[in-house]
């Protein structure tokens, strides 16, 4: 005789199966709860040091509560808490609670406070971004800082910046970086490594077009200039796509005059490009902008009237066809044309 066999249900089909114990291993896998770790190196591996990974396991000589309640108390009370919790920082930023605690100490401590814990961290920088939890206290932590100690902390993630602008909690950090230091030689240093990278991944991200919109809000004119250079290389895909168009509308009011000019003729370049894009769900918000430059906008409502028939026929086309009707919307004729959109 064969092997025993019992009928189970996979999907709609009845399958015949043998008997076999089940792997041990594979039993203990189904009720493991993921872990912190093994979480965030599904996440970024590459931006985790394997040789970092085991975390301090200190506790504060209070309860959390405790010294949560003694933060609140001020004094005394609230400088030997600040104590236990400068000591425990890192172990603290890792944890659900301790991360909402360490937080608290950072808004109510002084800036002494702040670079001992950036010291405290030193060595985990990477691992804490990955972290859905220390990645909110170096949030609240960088602002905190001088230059000194925000150098510090950039300095450990140089190197990673591709991978840093396009993860969820790498590229947050980045945009607080460029708000809170904009100019300083730390958040130079960072946004120049993320433009050292494959900036047309970063454009196309769905987190990394965030950074790429920060730097065209706060970077250096040069930033700026590298990403007009970028979406320069394929404008008609850029303005077509969910998250690069948000990036190429943005440059147009970003970039220098003669930059967002350049773009513009490059757009209006391709035959049908401007009436095209204005029937595209995500060309349209390209369209929009290309109406508030001043050195494109007649031409580009040149096109769009004389392709209004087309337009009609179109959700989006005709939506802003209703648009350019309105009052304040006059259309002034033209002589010379760019391109032939």
Do not use: W
Request: with cysteine.
């Amino acid at each position: 005789m064969g092997c025993p066999t019992t009928l189970i249900v996979k999907n709609t089909f009845l399958c015949a199966v043998e008997d076999e114990t089940a792997s041990p291993t594979c039993r203990l896998s189904r009720r493991r709860s993921k872990t912190e770790g093994d979480y965030l190196s599904c996440l970024e591996p590459e931006l985790v040091d394997p040789a970092s990974d085991d975390i301090p396991a200190e506790a504060p000589t209070g309860s959390l509560v405790d010294l949560g309640l003694a933060l609140q108390a001020g004094g005394s009370e609230a400088l030997s808490a600040l104590t236990d919790i400068r000591n425990s920082a890192r172990s603290l930023a890792f944890d659900p609670a301790g991360s909402q605690l360490l937080q608290q100490a950072l808004e109510v401590a002084d800036a002494r406070f702040a670079h001992d814990v950036a010291s405290m961290l030193q060595g985990s920088i990477p691992q804490a971004l990955c972290s859905q939890h220390a990645h909110q206290v170096l949030e609240t932590l960088l602002p905190c800082l001088d230059i000194d100690g925000s150098a510090c902390v950039v300095d450990e993630l140089l190197g990673n910046s591709s991978h840093l602008a396009t993860h969820a909690f790498g590229s947050s950090l980045v945009c607080r970086l460029l708000e809170q230091l904009a100019g300083e030689v730390a958040a130079v240093a960072l946004i120049d490594d993320v433009l050292s990278g494959d900036l047309t991944q970063v454009i196309c991200h769905k987190f990394g077009h965030t950074v790429a919109m920060s730097i065209l809000c706060n970077g250096l004119p040069h930033q700026r200039s590298r990403l007009a250079e970028v979406l320069c290389s394929d404008l008609q895909r850029f303005a077509r796509h969910r998250f690069a168009s948000l990036v190429l509308a943005l440059a147009f009011s970003k970039c220098t005059a003669k930059e967002a000019h350049g773009l513009a003729i490059a757009l209006m370049g391709q035959a049908g490009a401007v009436s095209s894009l204005a029937c595209h769900s995500f060309g349209l918000r390209v369209v929009r902008a290309l109406l508030e430059l001043p050195s494109a906008a007649e031409q580009v409502r040149f096109y769009l009237l004389k392709s209004s028939r087309r337009l009609q026929k179109d959700k989006f086309g005709a939506h802003l066809l209703d648009e350019l009707s309105a009052p304040n919307k006059t259309m002034v004729n033209l002589v010379g044309h760019i391109g032939g959109a």
